[in-house]
């Protein structure tokens, strides 16, 4: 059976709370970035990760290194201390995060793009309706 791995990272970014979530599978990771208001609790989080999981978009996947978790407690719990004294998120989740973000730009131009097409026909056809009914003498 294939593991997944998810990390979830929460932190301060002016003025809102900011959660990005990894998940690694297949050696492949994509990433998805959550906003939250006031600074959330470890149990709003779960129980927010509980109920929305499978709603999250992550971005399209993209090559990492997988790195096997050896079980040491101590050492993941020192792991954990640093993280939490680092500022930032991991470039590879940063690269995910910015392709998503630019796969739905480009989504939100092609729909714009096909609104105003089809408007300025509709524009045209009613120009041309009421040119031939000025023909015609109406």
């Known amino acids: 059976m294939d593991k997944v791995a998810v990390t ?4 301060f970014e002016e003025p809102f709370w900011v959660s990005v979530v990894e998940r690694i599978d297949e050696g492949k990771l994509s990433a998805c970035k959550i906003t ?3 600074e959330p609790r470890e149990q709003q989080i779960y129980d927010y990760f509980l109920k ?5 978009r992550f971005s399209p996947a993209v090559e990492t290194a997988v790195k096997e978790m050896h079980g040491n407690p101590k050492r993941m719990q020192k792991k954990a201390k640093r993280q939490m004294q680092e500022a930032g998120i991991g ?48």
């Open 8 to 11: 979830v990272t929460v932190f």
């Open 36 to 38: 939250f208001g006031a």
């Open 52 to 56: 929305n999981y499978y709603k999250l």
């Open 91 to 138: 470039t590879k989740s940063q690269q995910a995060l910015k392709l998503q973000q630019e796969k739905k730009k480009t989504e939100r131009r092609a729909f714009g793009r096909e609104q105003k097409e089809a408007q300025n026909q509709r524009k045209f056809e009613l120009k041309q309706q009421k040119r031939k009914e000025k023909h015609k003498g109406r």
